[in-house]
């Protein structure tokens, strides 16, 4: 007999009234899809607003076993919520995150599955600037928006070029916040960085040469010092 599937829904106040439990159903041949594997998310807009919906997936050797399972120790401590709750406490304090739509866990038995909307950002992963001409500016403008959310408390547990996204007015924007969590100042800064200074090496390794690694990466270091 198969067990019986609870769900727990949370959601912007500002759409009472509107929200369905529909919003969760993407219809991708219709939406158009962004990224690949664990990081894949449907761009969505259910009520006309682009929003971006994102299915948690497990990464690494054990994702290959449970993709998208989760221990289940209750809903306010689950994944989905609690990136929610702490997207939705940086975005009401003004920093460049995304606005938080909607969350879902649907529980079966010991484990649960989540999923997470948020407002869809006219950007572009910092990824897809490695191969170009690095523009200090950008890199730049990358360092403060970190360094902001440093600031104020961020650990970014994911912290790589393809969560900050570049929006065409030239602000940066931290998305992927699963995992994170608001920190009193220290060594966790460090490690942040880098990871992200990783992952500008693993992904300009054959786009760009040394030269402009290391241009980009001391722009970036720049604007985080200013920020």
């Given at each position: 007999?198969?067990?019986?599937?609870?769900?727990?829904?949370l959601y912007d106040a500002r759409y009472a009234g509107q929200f369905v439990p529909q919003w969760f159903e993407p219809q991708p041949a219709a939406t158009g899809v962004a990224?690949?594997?664990?990081?894949?998310?449907?761009?969505v807009a259910p009520i006309g607003e682009p929003w971006v919906l994102r299915h948690y997936?497990?990464?690494?050797w054990f994702g290959r076993l449970v993709a998208d399972r989760y221990l289940w120790t209750g809903a306010q401590r689950s994944r989905p919520f609690a990136e929610f709750r702490l997207t939705a406490e940086l975005h009401a304090a003004g920093l460049p995150v995304p606005r938080p739509i909607a969350a879902r866990v649907l529980r079966?038995?010991?484990?649960?599955r989540g999923d997470l909307i948020t407002a869809r950002l006219d950007a572009q992963p910092l990824?897809?600037?490695?191969g170009v001409p690095p523009?200090?500016?950008e890199w730049r403008a990358a360092g403060r928006s970190i360094a902001r959310c440093h600031a104020a408390g961020l650990d970014h547990a994911d912290l790589n070029l393809h969560?900050?996204?570049?929006?065409?007015?030239?602000?940066?924007?931290?998305?992927d916040l699963d995992r994170g969590r608001l920190r009193r100042a220290g060594a966790w800064r460090a490690a942040n960085l880098a990871r992200l200074e990783r992952s500008l090496r693993k992904v300009a390794?054959?786009?760009w040469d040394e030269a402009a690694q290391a241009a980009a990466w001391a722009a970036l270091r720049e604007g985080y010092a200013a920020g």
């Open positions: 007999m198969a067990r019986s599937q609870a769900s727990a829904m990224g690949t594997g664990r990081g894949a998310s449907w761009f997936r497990r990464g690494g079966r038995g010991l484990l649960y990824s897809a600037r490695v523009l200090a500016a969560n900050l996204l570049l929006a065409l007015d030239g602000a940066v924007h931290l998305i390794a054959e786009r």
